[in-house]
């Protein structure tokens, strides 16, 4: 391959020293300390000759005799720049930065190929496999000591760069990941406030039908007054947990339990929702057992997912629906007592790949009459339930209704939280 190292003259202080030794001084040994050059040649006087230059001036030096050894040794000992051969036996210097180019762990590494001067060194191909740059042999050393100095600082810009874009990407998702829990807030608020929105205005409406036929006078009875304050009080219950939940964590639960009783519950939620199921021609029955254990639960939550049931039942289903409220304990082996919940319909039922999903922010039935919002129903429910310890879901079959369940944990008779 002829002569390896060519020097014109001595250069001082420009990289020789006036002995034609190297100066370290001006090779930037603070940036060449931190940095390992893979060589690979074939030729064993141009490696020696290349790992004493390079050492000097602090590089770290690894050295291969093959394109195989090059690729297996840059696999487990990542060099950061690889100065090729192009001329080798057996695999030559254009697949091995081919296949060094293939694998992501290895592609981002900077490759200079050297090629003598009396070889045909096809320029296009080489950048084309992945080169960043050439040298010629043979080749002044402080020529080749600026070109692998040039790369290095490239590659330690390209990866601040790709590292700062990571970090700009993260700070977006986080930023997308924060406006889309705005967004749920904001729509969980609408959503829930609807419907004891809705019940109220269909009293008041009704109060003002009575009126007109009674020459502007009305009577309200104290049980109506009591519902619409108890409704009122919810409603603020409600704003107040929701603000309270997206203060404190933009995508959690907070919670308030205290021991419910399942049956008054429901019954006083019954008498809520009497209005809206009227306009439905809808009918709603309660089986719950009058015997059952308190569960351990925030009583404005759990509001919200019973009514959000009975609006998904109403909503995904024709006129005429009969609603049924049920519960009872399971208590497992080795296990902390629960109460089952269920929520069942004789409506259109759903086919199973319309229940894969069904929990999943902004998923929506295909059978919605009146969908508003964002379909934040389910999920939400899901969201209360499991910030309660319990589970969510469905069973349902095409024309044979659905069952809606969830599991909420007993109360403990002296005070304490079960599950812990």
């Known amino acids: 391959m002829g002569t390896w190292l060519r020097r014109s003259r001595p250069m001082g202080r420009q990289g020789w020293s006036e002995s ?20 690979v040649d074939d030729n064993s006087t141009n490696l020696g000759i290349l790992v004493k230059a390079l050492s000097e001036v602090g590089y770290q030096v690894r050295v291969a005799q093959d394109g195989s050894s090059a690729i297996a040794q840059t696999l487990y000992a990542k060099p950061n720049l690889i100065l090729l051969d192009v001329m080798m036996p057996g695999m030559d210097g254009f697949e091995t930065c081919r296949q060094l180019k293939a694998n992501p762990s290895t592609q981002d590494i900077p490759v200079i190929f050297m090629t003598a001067l009396t070889e045909v060194f096809d320029k296009v191909q080489g950048f084309q496999v992945g080169g ?18 040039t790369h290095l600082n490239l590659q330690t810009l390209q990866n601040q760069l790709r590292a700062q874009n990571e970090q700009l990407q993260a700070e977006i998702r986080d930023r997308q990941k924060a406006q889309e829990a705005v967004q749920v807030f904001l729509h969980a608020v609408s959503h829930d406030l609807r419907n004891p929105v809705t019940g109220g205005l269909m009293v008041l409406k009704s ?21 619409m304050i108890q409704s009122h009080d919810r409603q603020l219950a409600l704003i107040n947990s929701l603000l309270e939940t997206h ?12 021991p419910v009783q399942l049956h008054p519950f429901v019954a006083e939620l019954a008498a809520n929702w009497q209005p809206m199921l009227q306009k439905e021609d809808a009918t709603l029955q309660i089986l719950l057992p ?32 009969t609603l049924t409220l049920n519960a009872e304990l399971l208590s497992p082996p080795a296990t902390s007592p629960l109460l089952r919940c269920t929520v069942q319909d004789d409506g259109v039922g ?13 998923k929506r039935g295909d059978h919605s009459r009146r969908t508003v919002g964002l379909g934040l129903g389910l999920y939400l429910c899901r969201q209360i339930i499991t910030a309660h310890g319990g589970q969510i879901g469905v069973t349902s079959h095409p024309n044979a209704g659905s069952t809606f369940w969830f599991t909420l944990p007993v109360w403990d008779a002296e005070g304490s939280l079960l599950p812990a």
């Open 207 to 227: 109060l003002l039908e009575e009126a007109e036929q009674r020459d502007g006078q009305t009577t309200i009875s104290r049980s109506i007054l009591e519902r």
């Open 247 to 258: 203060t404190n964590d933009m995508g959690g639960i907070s919670l308030h339990r205290q």
């Open 350 to 362: 759903m086919a199973p790949e319309q229940m894969q999903n069904l929990f999943e922010l902004y």
């Open 132 to 149: 960043v740059d050439y040298i010629t042999k043979p080749f002044e050393l402080d020529e080749l000591l600026i070109r692998v100095r």
């Open 290 to 321: 009058e015997s059952l254990a308190p569960v351990n639960a925030d009583p404005n939550q759990l509001c919200r997912v019973y009514e959000n049931l009975l609006a998904n039942a109403l909503k995904h289903n024709p006129p005429g629906l």
């Open 20 to 39: 034609g030794g190297l100066n370290r001084v001006d090779m930037n040994t603070e940036l060449a300390g931190t940095n390992a050059i893979l060589l």
